[in-house]
Nanobody
Framework: QVQLVESGGGLVQAGGSLRLSCAAS????????MGWFRQAPGKEREFVAA????????FYGDFVKGRFTISRDNAKNMVYLQMNSLKPEDTAVYYC?????????????????WGQGTQVTVSS
């Protein structure tokens, strides 16, 4: 049974940092592109970041502008999102996702498995 379990969300002041983690199980982790997406109330789901199978390449949403870093540990079946210089507009539920086909890593519909999400709230 596939599971993606996010953790690390919470309340932080603007300018602060959070590190999100995603524990994966039930599929061949090393065969999946891993991504992070977010969704704020009343807004569409938005691509945040993705990392390829071997972590050779990473991709980021335009709004990230060097503030976030995605990484993965294939030995532990974990993917991380380090978020620095957080802004109130980063407030959203953040989701971890796995893409076994790696066709378009920025498109949420391409991902096969999703976690339940973790809330990130940035206060001004």
């Amino acid at each position: 049974q596939v599971q993606l379990v996010e953790s690390g969300g919470g309340l932080v002041q603007a300018g602060g940092s959070l590190r999100l983690s995603c524990a994966a199980s039930g599929f061949t982790f090393g065969a999946a592109v891993m991504g992070w997406f977010r969704q704020a109330p009343g807004k569409e789901r938005e691509f945040v970041a993705a990392v390829t199978r071997s972590a050779y390449s990473t991709f980021y949403g335009d709004f990230v502008k060097g503030r976030f870093t995605i990484s993965r540990d294939n030995a532990k079946n974990m993917v991380y999102l380090q978020m620095n210089s957080l802004k109130p507009e980063d407030t959203a539920v953040y989701y971890c996702a796995a893409d076994l086909t790696a066709s378009n890593v920025r498109r949420g519909t391409e991902y096969d498995y999703w976690g339940q999400g973790t809330q990130v709230t940035v206060s001004s």
